[in-house]
């Protein structure tokens, strides 16, 4: 089945560094790629939709300069969580579609910043 | 109101019992349905997914989507300690990739 590859597994940054996550699909192409946040007991919360080859759909609240996408290639999308500050902290999660159907997750990145 | 509606538990049950998840939602634009099952620090993994109303079975899971009440359920039968995890459903719409809206997940506990 499909394969969508994330990392880093767990990051610990600075308060006011920037971070970056990539999340990959390894078997296939992915034209549109999802990232979500998720707090503990909390369901995934959409962030932003990736799409290659133009700008990312930020989901209302959520701040675009914060959290930078890029959708370079039809297999790479990387989140950049730019002057990080510890509310920031959380498990964050990019999800793929093989085709129109099937959403594919990718392991998550679990941010502290302190 | 929140779109999809599911309770978060946390759902206990002996070995070998079946368990029975549910979610509602408001939105009659979904056409597909979805259920994930996530370990604790770990990504969802898609287990079942469904379009439109019916039932689909998979080993010992079987999902059902009745449109027409806007609920979605998914059975496990002889539940194993193994599946302790939180489930959570989903659904999005049709055409193109529409964005999944999540429910906020179920934790299962099966008990040996």
């Known amino acids: 089945g499909a394969v969508v590859s994330q990392h880093p597994s767990w990051v610990i940054c600075k308060s006011g560094t920037s971070v970056k996550i990539e999340c990959r699909s390894l078997d296939f192409q992915a034209t549109t790629m999802f990232w979500y946040r998720q707090f503990p007991k909390q369901s995934l919360m959409l962030m932003a939709t990736s799409n290659e080859g133009s700008k990312a759909t930020y989901e209302q609240g959520v701040e675009k300069d914060k959290f930078l996408i890029n959708h370079a290639s039809l297999t790479l999308s990387t989140l950049t969580v730019t002057s990080a500050h510890p509310e920031d902290s959380s498990f964050y999660i990019c999800?793929?579609?093989?085709?129109?159907?099937?959403?594919?997750f990718g392991s998550g990145t679990r941010l502290t910043v302190v | 109101q929140k779109e999809v509606e599911q309770d978060p538990g946390p759902l206990s049950v002996p070995e070998g019992a079946i368990v029975s998840l549910n979610c509602t939602y408001s939105?009659?634009?979904?056409?597909?349905f979805m259920w994930y099952r996530q370990y604790s620090r770990k990504g969802p993994e898609l287990l079942m997914y469904t379009y439109s109303s019916g039932n689909k079975e998979d080993g010992r899971f079987t999902a059902q989507v009745d449109k027409s009440s806007k609920y979605i359920s998914l059975f496990i039968r002889d539940s194993q300690p193994s599946d302790s995890a939180t489930y959570l459903c989903?659904?999005?719409?049709?055409?193109?990739?529409?964005?999944?809206?999540f429910g906020t997940g179920t934790k299962l506990q099966v008990i040996p």
């Open positions: 999800s793929a579609a093989e085709d129109n159907y099937g959403y594919t």
């Open positions: 989903a659904m999005r719409g049709s055409g193109g990739y529409q964005k999944v809206t």
């Open positions: 939105n009659s634009a979904f056409q597909y």
